[in-house]
């Protein structure tokens, strides 16, 4: 079998630019070696069906119209990419929405330790309830993997948004408040 560098000289050879010297020992080393010539047979052939093969003019702006095609898909790959700072930031979310419910795990907890029954059925609510907050995670996780393949923009809207509604809803809660306090 040849090797890259035969590889090259067959290839010069071919395309008919290659030296009297190289040519010369492509010769000595097709003659030791069978399969470098076979090789070098077929690439003799691949060249000749290439050069008689019947040429078609390609369409007007197939070329610009294949680019921009591509230019396209890579521009959407790029989009569907979460980043690092959304994933950061995600990831904070979840962990501020699960604080409240880690204290008061915490808190039941230490008032269980005197009480192994208690304690027992407090870990088995625990695993119980992880269980639930994981595959309700899992789901709005799946969810959101689809609304982004669907929706490449969702992730600003989605960022727009929330602090908006968020405020919102703080604001008619306290409302809410100040009109039920006397």
Known sequence: MANQRQRQIMQEAIDEQVTPERLRQLQQSMDTDPDQAAEYNRLRQVDRYLKTAPMEQAPEGLALRVLARL?????????????????????????????????????LLISALGNAAVLSALISQVVSLLATIANTMSSVVESAQMLLQTYPEAPVVIVTLVPAALFWIWRASRNNRSATEP
């Open 71 to 107: 230019a396209e898909g890579l521009q959407s790959q790029t989009m569907m990419r979460p980043t690092s700072l959304a994933l950061a930031i995600g990831l904070a979310a979840v962990a501020l929405a699960l604080m409240p419910m880690i204290g008061i795990l915490g808190s």
